[in-house]
């Protein structure tokens, strides 16, 4: 069972339309995603191929080349990621902080883990000549940035997953046991293979295009077979998604799930069936046709990935709902109380110790009605007098009207149903109604 949530005590509006807040956190958060996959990606890549550069210089001169995409793209990445996150700050509030503080500590080392990762990176990058000797040092250096780059979207992922299921809070303690939740890993192995996909696409292009000087740069490989590499870079992490992507949804908790996530899911897939027919030719394409049908392969990605955002958009709304709507419920009542106890307090109604209690009807009035109903002048509510008019003689269409209030005047705030049990609606009812009240 979920806990009750905690109202939202002074509710503040959203600065903006929640629509705008919505279009703005999935848009935003797609261009930042793409270069921290470039960024991810790029740096494994960079590791792989030094390491096969021991005993190919063009493999060593490749990583090297790969290694000085790495840290633009990281700058963009995180430069991107001000403001998705903080959409997600004003948007899911109470979610999100829940998160971290329940992932606490490894949430926190988001911050020296990222610090770290970028030095190693520039220090992979600019020790290449001076550590070249010391090979196998240097490919440790890239090898410790890359396992730090990939930590940091696992601790976030795990932490922005968390936030998705409050029916989980209780039971996490911590980094580790929000681990527990089932679809993390699977997440994260598809955050992963779809990141080297896109850097393979991204890696085609920045290699293959004309004004790349490939020959100055490389020994044996040329522009074709730099091309051909990166392609089934791509089609091997895109053929890997589609293994990862049903564990993935077979795994997702069922809260969010819905035709609509379906269908995105779908549609992306078609599009990534698409790419991949289309990788398939490029890889085996005669050299002279290599290219041609990149903007296809591109656009059919990008497709994918729309609608996989999307789709995870529409997951995340549909799994908060529920916990939204008791928050919603929580927030109205405790506006109610905190109303009721001002107009109490106006009144200069508080029991004494001692007191003898008042009959049930006046008690029902004095703690609860009186907070919005007096006598002759309007408070929140109208007066008893116009109350009287309408409703005398006829006690039980009052209580009708208490147990479930409609919306009547149009300059006056909606009623809240008040419950009591049936002896206090029936007091209620006769103590507003008597003569003289
Ligand atoms: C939080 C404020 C609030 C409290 C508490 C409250 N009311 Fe009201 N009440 C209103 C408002 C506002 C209206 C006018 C709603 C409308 O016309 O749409 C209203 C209208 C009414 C009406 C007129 C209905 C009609 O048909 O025109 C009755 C009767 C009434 N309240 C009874 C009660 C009784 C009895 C209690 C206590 C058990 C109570 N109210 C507590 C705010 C309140």
């Not at 790349?212 to 490989?221: L, M």
């Not at 078609?270 to 050299?287: G, N």
């Not at 908060?320 to 506006?335: K, Q, V, Y």
Request: proline fraction near 7%; charged fraction near 15%; aromatic fraction near 10%.
């Amino acid at each position: 069972m979920s806990p009750l949530p905690a109202p939202h005590d002074i509710p503040l509006p959203l600065p903006v339309s929640p629509l705008f807040l919505e279009v703005a956190i999935v848009f935003l958060f797609l261009i930042h995603i793409l270069f921290v996959a470039l960024m991810v990606g790029g740096s494994l890549l960079t590791v792989a191929f030094e390491i096969r550069g021991r005993r190919r210089p063009d493999c060593d001169t490749l990583a090297r080349e790969i290694a000085a995409t790495v840290t633009v793209n990281k700058s963009l990445a995180v430069v991107l990621g001000v403001g998705p996150l903080l959409v997600m700050n004003v948007f899911y509030t109470v979610f999100f902080y829940s998160a971290n503080a329940l992932t606490g500590a490894a949430w926190l080392a988001i911050i020296p883990l990222v610090t770290a990762a970028f030095l190693l990176t520039y220090l992979h990058k600019y020790t290449w000549e001076r550590l070249a000797d010391a090979k196998s040092l240097h490919i440790a250096i890239g090898a410790l940035a890359s396992v730090l780059f990939l930590i940091v979207p696992f601790v976030f992922l795990t932490n922005i997953n968390l936030m998705l299921f409050p029916d989980r809070w209780t039971s996490v303690h911590g980094f580790l046991t929000a681990l527990v939740l089932p679809n993390v890993l699977p997440r994260y192995l598809h955050f992963v293979t779809a990141s080297v996909a896109l850097t393979g696409l991204f890696l085609m292009a920045y290699f293959g295009r004309a004004s790349y000087p490939v020959e100055g740069v490389f020994r044996e490989f040329d522009r074709r077979a730099l091309r051909r590499r990166f392609a089934s870079i791509a089609l091997g992490a895109t053929g890997l998604q589609l293994l990862l992507g049903p564990l993935l949804f077979f795994t997702l908790p069922a809260v969010g799930v819905s035709w609509a996530l379906a269908f995105n899911i779908l549609a992306g897939i078609s599009l990534a069936l698409v790419a991949i027919v289309l990788l398939i030719h490029e890889v085996t394409a005669p050299a002279a046709c290599l290219g041609v049908r990149y903007l296809a392969i591109a656009t059919a990605l990008t497709g994918t990935v729309i609608f996989m955002a999307y789709g995870r958009h529409l997951y995340r709304e549909r799994a908060l709902e529920p916990h939204r709507a008791a928050m919603a419920a929580r927030t109205a009542e405790f506006g109610e109380a905190a109303l009721a106890a001002q107009m109490r307090a106006k009144a200069g109604i508080h029991r004494t110790k001692g007191e003898v209690p008042l009959p049930p009807g006046e008690q029902v009035f004095k703690s609860i009605c009186s907070a919005c109903h007096a006598r002759d002048t309007r408070l929140v509510g109208p007066p008893l007098t116009e109350v009287d008019r309408i409703y005398k003689g006829n006690p039980a269409a009052l209580i009708a009207w208490v147990k479930a209030p409609g919306k009547k005047r149009p300059d006056y705030p909606q009623m809240p149903a008040i419950k009591l049990t049936e002896v206090q609606y029936q007091a209620v009812a006769d103590y507003v109604l008597s003569p003289g009240h």
